[in-house]
């Protein structure tokens, strides 16, 4: 399933796996003056490499490994002999990307190998893009800036203002130094994976924040009270959701509580 939205010089691209009818997860790629940023899942492969066709992409750029940000890197490749270019730290997964858990599989599919260029700066016709290391969701994640138009291109750094879901291997407290390094930016849009569009986003960054903040404040009041981990996840978050059950616990409630008591007690 593909969704289109066109914000100024920029185009959201929302890529979903459809099941009867339905889709099973967006994930939003963006295009600006022939540069395609993140290429979706391998189930979209097809969706992703037409919209590339229409829109003249002529270069790809992948924030980090994860499959639903590369996932039609193979195909573009194929298709259009479109070399996806990262961050060095990226380069070696997307050559050979790392196998994927089930639900994984399910929802995006396994990416392909493709070849791939490592890179610290893209220039397009009009523009010109750094490449910022932005670690924490993953190891090898980066964002792409455009100081000019104070662009960032966050991929999954930001996903939601009141995140309550972490995955297990995510670094929280690189995660939030990371957010805080993009926020010194006084950027004037984010480019979402997960949360689209984001104006004045220094600002939505600080509501983010300050929202764990306030969750990791309660955790210490409520473990000194005696609660345990799993009481205070179903106080603040609610019980798991169904997320946490197809993904066996790798992305769950309990996972944001755990590493947020963690900061809290280094
Ligand atoms: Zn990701």
New binding site residues.
Partial sequence: MLRVQPWGPVTRVSLSRSLVGRPVFWVSVYVVDGLLIDSGPYRTRCEIVAVARDQGVEQVYCT?Q?E??TGGNRALYDALGLTPQAGPATVASLLAPPPIHLYRQFSWGQAQGAPARAVSHIATERYAFAVMPTPG??PDHTALVEPTQGWVFG??LFIHERAKYLRVDEDLATLIESLRCVAALHPTVLFC?HAGVVEDPAAAIARKLAYWDELRAEIQRRKASGQSLGAIRDALLGPEGMMTHVSRGHLSKLNMIRALDALATP
């Fill in positions: 980090h994860h639903d940000h969701h993953s991929g999954d994976g």
